[in-house]
């Protein structure tokens, strides 16, 4: 008959400044022999501490060392560390000790800068050191992220990091010594000193380059630098030369005070030694030789309540953006990494201008203020003296609330300084007070009337024989809102769908604002050129909503959406007519919208539009994509605009030709001109623990190829 004997063991530390420790070992038999005072362990020997598990067959323990000898296989647990190892040894109050064979498991999480958060990293070694509770030594070790066999002298994973000697210190480095980098076993590459980071979040240390190439730009290499100043503040220094182009700096910094205090910039310089011949076909030849891209964006928060915001966007030229995607400092990276830790990316590439902006917010109650400077960076060679910027802007409003009985008020105030070098600038203030009442009669009837009165004061400096003037504009604008929602359940169940649920909604929108002469009025924004409106907006939509069971819950999606709707003008089938040839138009085009989506699986949106005064089809987009969960996929898009003269189809694949083997291809083709305006074509393969993509990309400006290998865990090259 098994059973288990436990004992508890005090063992009282020499130093008095540290606690008492108390450990407890477990076996299925325990032997003590008080002569010697050695305990003898067998069978399922568990030894626990705080924090601190120790499984093997066989130990046994030294009253007068404090030392525990221990027989497997054994595994020793701490802090979501794991070793395993044939035998060794382990002082208690030390934390010190030996095991042979070992295998060490660094918990995911645990490894920052070298490894991702899930990724579990893999340090074998013929003998591994404990030289204390975090601190590790390995002999002829090896290190990574990829599956392992055990013993070693049988493994040759994918890849791996072959070293003589390995310490992992408590400050969080890996110092590793004659180390290479092997492929199967075959070493690629070989370094006397190597220092990584696996514990601690940042390191200085060099990054792994980038190899860069293209035709305009031609062969290059980039060697990233980090600096980790301390735990708030880090910089990435980006040095790129090519030969074609000439050396390129670019500079990442970042700081983190808090969870909301927080900012990042980037910057990229370079003096062009190629002269433009306009790139991008767009019509505008650069004539400047030094380039460069600067962003930022900032939060900060000054006072509780108070928050502060700065987005920074000053660009050279606008063929930068395009001729320098690559690398982390490129445009998709940029923008995924703003968006991903501020939750605001950067505007689209073909903007004619870039924005920057400084903001605070104040909001309390029913009550919201923001003050703002903003800076239009234009991309129109000539035009940034004659760009109007809002410098200052300041903004109150009191949110729709209750004001009295049914009645509900908001209020807006808006004023800006409109400013710039060339031509008339001046001050426009705007006051917005908004009455509306929304009567609940039924409840399928969703009913709200509104009245808002604009009243827009100026004061122009014209900066021409008539100086500055005073200006005053006051209209009003009368909203009603009047629609019904009908809604039916279906029980089904297929698809892994649960039920069903049909709304349709049946809208009606009637908007007036009647005619006021603004011609003598600046012209700040649109906003300043209000055109009268007396104007019907009809429409129905109608959505199928599936029911999806997401474990022990529900999940709900939009399978269908279905959207038509129309406008009629007043104003229109009113005018006079100025000939006989001439008629009125009073029909919008009648806008059609559609989408069916399941997630992971399909994606089908459509619009179209349709004119009923000769014109017939007007527009029609369509976007398609279907996938499945090996990662493939087929889609495409198809965009026609008649009045744009715009024809085009843009059409992508994806497909794994051979277990871990992918081939994917995109492009673009204007079927107006019958021409490919760009297309990318990607060799890929992906593994247990790493992956790499091999990608043409033309148009007919350049063709470049590119090359990515990224070690699951480690990091990436190439791009």
Excluded at 98 to 123: C, D, W
Excluded at 201 to 214: C, K, N, T, W, Y
Excluded at 234 to 243: G, I, K, R, V
Aim: aromatic share 16%; with cysteine.
């Amino acid at each position: 008959m098994r059973f288990l004997l436990s004992f508890l063991l005090l063992v009282y530390l020499v130093s008095p400044s540290l606690a008492r420790e108390v450990w407890q070992i477990r076996a299925q038999r325990l032997f003590y022999y008080s002569q010697t005072q050695v305990f003898i362990a067998e069978g399922e020997v568990v030894i626990k501490g705080e924090d601190f598990k120790v499984f093997c067959k066989r130990a046994r323990y030294e009253f007068k060392t404090k030392t525990v000898f221990l027989w497997g296989p054994l595994t020793i647990s701490t802090d979501g560390d794991k070793l395993e190892g044939e035998a060794g040894w382990l002082n208690l109050e030390t934390y010190r000790g030996e095991i042979q064979n070992g295998h060490l498991f660094l918990r995911p999480g645990r490894v920052k800068a070298l490894a991702l958060s899930q990724t579990t990293v893999h340090v074998l070694a013929k003998r591994m050191e404990m030289l204390g509770k975090d601190r590790y030594q390995a002999h002829q070790a090896l290190i990574t992220t990829c599956q392992v066999c055990y013993p070693q002298k049988n493994c040759s994973p994918d890849w791996s990091f072959r070293c003589r000697k390995l310490e992992i210190t408590p400050a969080g480095k890996a110092k590793a010594r004659h180390l290479t980098f092997d492929v199967k076993n075959l070493p690629l590459a070989y370094s006397p000193y190597v220092s990584l980071s696996v514990k601690a979040e940042r390191h200085s240390g060099f990054l792994l380059p980038r190899l860069a190439h293209g035709s305009r730009e031609g062969t290059g290499l980039e060697a990233p630098f980090f600096w980790d100043v301390n735990d708030s503040l880090d910089f990435t220094f980006y040095p790129l030369y090519t030969h074609k182009r000439g050396f390129m700096m670019g500079l990442e910094g970042n700081y983190a005070l808090t969870d909301f205090d927080r900012g990042t910039f980037r910057i990229r310089y370079l003096k062009d030694r190629l002269e433009d011949n306009d790139y991008n076909n767009d019509g505008i030849i650069r004539d400047n030789e030094k380039r460069y891209w600067i962003t930022a964006k900032i939060n900060q928060r000054l006072a509780p309540g108070w928050e502060l915001f700065l987005d920074l966007d000053l660009l050279s030229d606008k063929d930068f953006l395009y001729e320098f995607m690559g690398g982390d400092l490129g445009f998709e990276r940029s923008h995924a990494s703003y968006l991903e830790r501020f939750g605001r990316g950067l505007e689209e590439k073909n903007t004619s201008y870039r924005t920057s902006r400084l903001w605070l917010n104040h909001a309390r109650g029913h009550y919201f203020l923001q003050t703002s400077a903003t800076y239009y960076d234009s991309q129109l060679p000539g035009r940034q003296d004659e760009t109007l910027e809002p410098l200052p802007h300041l903004y109150l409003s009191r949110l729709t609330s209750p004001l009295f009985g049914p009645l509900n008020l908001r209020y807006q105030q808006d004023y800006v300084y409109w400013w710039r070098e060339e031509d008339f600038r001046g001050h426009r203030l705007e006051l917005a007070p908004m009455l509306s009442i929304a009567p609940n009669f039924w409840t399928p009837l969703d009913l709200r009337i509104s009245y808002l009165l604009r009243h827009t004061l100026y004061w122009v400096n014209w900066r021409d024989q008539r100086g500055h003037e005073y200006l005053t504009r006051t209209l009003y604008e009368i909203e009603g809102l009047a629609g019904m929602n009908f809604s039916r359940i279906y029980h089904f169940s297929g698809f892994g769908l649960q039920g069903l649920k049909h709304v349709l909604r049946p809208e009606i929108r009637y908007f007036y604002r009647p005619p006021v002469n603004q011609k003598d009025l600046p012209e700040f924004t649109l906003l300043d050129r209000l055109e009268p409106v007396n104007r019907l907006d009809y429409g129905i939509l109608q959505f199928i909503t599936a029911k999806k069971k997401e474990g022990n819950s529900f999940g709900y999606f939009d399978l269908v959406r279905l959207w038509v709707h129309q406008s009629y003008d007043f104003r229109e089938a009113t005018r006079e007519l100025k000939s006989a040839e001439e008629q009125r138009r009073p029909f919008s085009d009648l806008y059609l919208e559609g989408e069916i989506r399941f997630p992971g699986r399909l994606y089908l949106r459509s619009t179209t539009s349709y004119n009923f005064y000769g014109l017939g089809w007007v527009t029609a987009n369509i976007s398609a994509d279907l996938r499945n969960p090996k990662g493939e996929y087929v889609g495409f898009d198809y965009r026609w605009d008649k009045a744009r003269k715009i024809d085009q189809l843009n059409f992508r694949f994806r497909k794994n030709i051979y277990r871990g083997f992918f081939t994917s291809y995109r492009v673009q083709y204007s079927l107006r001109q019958d021409e490919i305006s760009g297309s990318e074509l990607d060799l890929e393969y992906r593994a247990w623990c790493w992956w790499a993509i091999f990608r043409i990309f033309h148009n007919p400006d350049e063709t470049r190829y590119s090359f990515y290998i990224n070690l699951i865990g480690i990091g990436g090259w190439g791009r």
